[in-house]
């Protein structure tokens, strides 16, 4: 008997020579003596303790080895065979905890502001103001959420395994508040297309001797509605003690939304303390549908393990733009379009594109038997040609409209998308 790899294995040229020797030296001993009952006795023990020795069952390794990460050879003396004895049922499965972080969208300079004393013709106009809020990215920050899986072999041999994933995460908010009786100046920046010239559309303002207006700015992001979910086939391609490989193939859906949303209320003391209440919308949907194919891969020794995927999706992403705006005078009727939601962009959009979503992902495992492990590891999600929110701004406007140019206008700006991060998960296989 010969130990190897926290498991026992046969040595199958020494064993037959071992057991005839003992069944030879037990009929001699107990042929020859004295046939009275103690020595049956003697002999009926000897003989059980030969069969016990002899039995190949008290060669298998139970399931409390010390090597749970490895796969053990059970009772055919065969790689992959443990399913028959370690296990009592036919499925596998995990649950995580995710910290991810994601690309989010970047915007425009949406908010300004300039120092007191700055004449009104300038004041909030770029380049020369500072950005309060925008022109930066939106939606970057950690958020948590959680992934299932879930699957059950098809096969005895645990070749064959049919598999699901659920996943998503709380999503993320950026949000801006500022308000002023004047000091500070605020204001929403834009392009004017029948000056041809930067221009601001100020929110609040003090000439440093009379007070023309107070007012308030709130502005908010939000990605929310991250979701993926897959239906897969996993097949081993190949296999032993330490090591499996399985390729595997199937559905994937992927969707993400995200919002972006600017406010403003103005007093104008020069028009009689009149109120102005102005509103921007974007929001954005990408849903995928496609087919994905790759490969998962495991390597074991003692305790740990290291468990690889990496696959790829191609399929169709429909892209959806919804832009709102309105205005309100007053306590007068409300009039549609804001500032950089005009007529002229104002609507809801939708297309198809091709789309393609890699995915990495590197997991460390512990293994406190060999049906129970935990890990971390880390994650990267890829998704080609996504609309956001940020992208979809124009910030040229024509005040006039419907005289003039039709501006701001609106077209499809899209752009690769990421998340990433750390995963800490429990893992099953019954």
Same mark, same amino acid.
């Given at each position: 008997?010969?130990?190897?790899?926290?498991?026992?294995?046969?040595?199958?040229?020494?064993?037959?020579?071992?057991?005839?020797?003992?069944?030879?030296?037990?009929?001699?001993?107990?042929?020859?003596?004295?046939?009275?009952?103690?020595?049956?006795?003697?002999?009926?023990? +000897?003989?059980?303790? /030969?069969?016990?020795?002899?039995?190949?069952?008290?060669?298998?390794?139970? @399931?409390?080895?010390?090597?749970?990460?490895?796969?053990?050879?059970?009772?055919?003396?065969?790689?992959?065979? @443990?399913?028959?004895?370690?296990?009592?049922? *036919? #499925?596998?499965?995990?649950?995580?905890?995710?910290?991810?972080?994601?690309?989010?969208?970047?915007?425009?300079?949406?908010?300004?502001?300039?120092?007191?004393?700055?004449?009104? +013709?300038?004041?909030?106009?770029?380049?020369?103001?500072? +950005?309060?809020?925008?022109?930066?990215?939106?939606?970057?920050?950690? !958020?948590?959420?959680?992934?299932?899986?879930?699957?059950? %072999?098809?096969?005895?041999?645990?070749?064959?395994?049919?598999?699901?994933?659920?996943?998503?995460?709380?999503?993320?908010?950026?949000?801006?508040?500022?308000?002023?009786?004047?000091?500070?100046?605020?204001?929403?920046?834009?392009?004017?297309?029948?000056?041809?010239?930067?221009?601001?559309?100020?929110?609040?303002?003090?000439?440093?001797?009379?007070?023309?207006?107070?007012?308030?700015?709130?502005?908010?992001?939000?990605?929310?509605?991250?979701?993926?979910?897959?239906?897969?086939?996993?097949?081993?391609?190949?296999?032993?003690?330490?090591?499996? #490989?399985?390729? #595997?193939?199937?559905? !994937?859906?992927?969707?993400?939304?995200?919002?972006? !949303?600017?406010?403003?209320?103005?007093?104008?003391?020069?028009?009689?303390?009149?109120?102005?209440?102005?509103?921007?919308?974007? %929001?954005?949907?990408?849903?995928?549908?496609?087919?994905?194919?790759?490969?998962?891969?495991?390597?074991?020794?003692?305790?740990?393990?290291?468990?690889?995927?990496?696959?790829?999706?191609?399929?169709?992403?429909?892209?959806?733009?919804?832009?709102?705006?309105?205005?309100?005078?007053?306590?007068?009727?409300?009039?549609?379009?804001?500032?950089?939601?005009?007529?002229?962009? /104002?609507?809801?959009?939708?297309?198809?594109?091709?789309?393609?979503?890699?995915?990495?992902?590197?997991?460390?495992?512990?293994? +406190?038997?060999?049906?129970?492990?935990?890990?971390?590891?880390?994650?990267?999600?890829?998704?080609?040609?996504?609309?956001?929110?940020?992208?979809?701004?124009?910030?040229?406007?024509?005040?006039?409209?419907?005289?003039?140019?039709?501006?701001?206008?609106?077209?499809?700006?899209?752009? *690769?998308? %990421?998340?990433?991060?750390?995963?800490?998960?429990?893992? %099953?296989?019954?």
């Amino acid at each position: 008997m010969a130990f190897a790899s926290g498991r026992y294995l046969f040595r199958s040229e020494t064993r037959p020579m071992k057991l005839k020797s003992i069944l030879l030296a037990a009929i001699a001993a107990f042929s020859f003596g004295p046939p009275h009952a103690g020595g049956q006795e003697v002999a009926h023990s +000897v003989s059980d303790q /030969i069969a016990s020795l002899a039995s190949y069952q008290n060669f298998i390794p139970s @399931c409390t080895n010390p090597c749970p990460a490895e796969e053990t050879f059970c009772g055919s003396g065969q790689c992959g065979d @443990c399913t028959q004895c370690c296990r009592t049922m *036919d #499925i596998f499965g995990s649950a995580e905890f995710l910290l991810w972080w994601a690309k989010g969208t970047v915007t425009p300079p949406l908010v300004t502001t300039s120092p007191d004393g700055t004449p009104q +013709v300038d004041a909030g106009v770029l380049p020369d103001a500072d +950005v309060l809020f925008g022109q930066s990215y939106l939606g970057d920050e950690v !958020q948590a959420g959680g992934r299932i899986t879930f699957g059950i %072999w098809l096969d005895e041999e645990r070749n064959v395994g049919a598999a699901g994933r659920f996943y998503g995460t709380g999503g993320a908010r950026d949000t801006f508040r500022r308000s002023s009786d004047g000091s500070p100046i605020l204001a929403r920046p834009f392009f004017n297309t029948l000056l041809d010239q930067n221009d601001a559309l100020l929110i609040a303002f003090d000439d440093g001797a009379t007070d023309i207006s107070d007012g308030s700015i709130e502005a908010s992001y939000s990605n929310q509605n991250f979701l993926g979910a897959e239906a897969y086939l996993q097949i081993m391609m190949e296999q032993n003690h330490r090591r499996r #490989i399985d390729v #595997i193939a199937g559905y !994937q859906f992927m969707r993400l939304d995200d919002a972006l !949303q600017i406010d403003s209320t103005s007093i104008l003391r020069q028009f009689g303390d009149l109120e102005l209440n102005i509103r921007d919308r974007f %929001w954005t949907n990408n849903e995928f549908h496609g087919a994905n194919v790759g490969l998962k891969a495991q390597m074991a020794r003692g305790c740990w393990s290291i468990e690889a995927l990496g696959k790829i999706a191609l399929g169709v992403t429909r892209q959806e733009v919804n832009i709102s705006g309105r205005t309100m005078v007053g306590g007068g009727p409300t009039v549609e379009g804001g500032l950089l939601a005009q007529p002229s962009n /104002i609507g809801t959009y939708q297309r198809d594109t091709f789309g393609y979503i890699p995915e990495l992902t590197l997991n460390l495992k512990y293994h +406190v038997t060999p049906t129970l492990s935990f890990h971390t590891g880390y994650s990267l999600i890829w998704w080609s040609d996504v609309v956001t929110s940020g992208r979809q701004i124009d910030t040229g406007v024509n005040l006039s409209q419907p005289v003039g140019d039709d501006r701001p206008a609106f077209a499809f700006e899209d752009e *690769d998308y %990421w998340l990433q991060g750390i995963n800490f998960g429990m893992n %099953w296989d019954f």
